[in-house]
């Protein structure tokens, strides 16, 4: 499976993205897909994930209420809206297919990865 990631930018603090995440060459409707970040200096870290089907999502805490992970299987794309933009979003966003079904924060799941797209969030 190869996976695309883009829509990342620099915005202002307060500002929405949506990122998106192609994926081909594979079965895309099984897996769980998740999305992860990595700022200088820190480990890569979960950010949210959406289960094979949409059915189900988790998050990270720090971003609940504000991201909001989707997938639409038909065009074998997953998508994380990020509302409420602050500057400790600013990292690498990477997308990642996961060996299991559901929506998994454990980074040992994920199988596949994306090359990342930045995202930069003025104060």
């Known amino acids: 499976v190869q996976l695309q990631a883009y829509g990342g930018g620099l915005v202002q603090t307060g500002s929405s993205l949506r990122l998106s995440c192609a994926a081909s060459?594979?079965?895309?409707?099984?897996?769980?897909m998740g999305w992860f970040r990595q700022a200088p200096g820190i480990d890569r870290e979960f950010v949210a994930a959406?289960?094979?089907?949409?059915?189900?999502?988790s998050y990270k805490d720090a971003v609940k209420g504000r991201f909001t992970i989707s997938r639409d299987n038909t065009k074998n794309t997953v998508y994380l809206q990020m509302n409420s933009l602050k500057p400790e979003d600013t990292a690498v966003y990477y997308c990642?297919?996961?060996?299991?079904?559901?929506?998994?924060?454990?980074?040992?799941?994920?199988?596949?990865w994306g090359q990342g797209t930045q995202v930069t969030v003025s104060s």
């Open positions: 060459g594979g079965p895309f409707s099984v897996y769980g």
């Open positions: 959406v289960s094979y089907n949409g059915g189900a999502t």
């Open positions: 990642a297919a996961a060996s299991v079904e559901g929506a998994s924060a454990k980074t040992s799941h994920y199988r596949y």
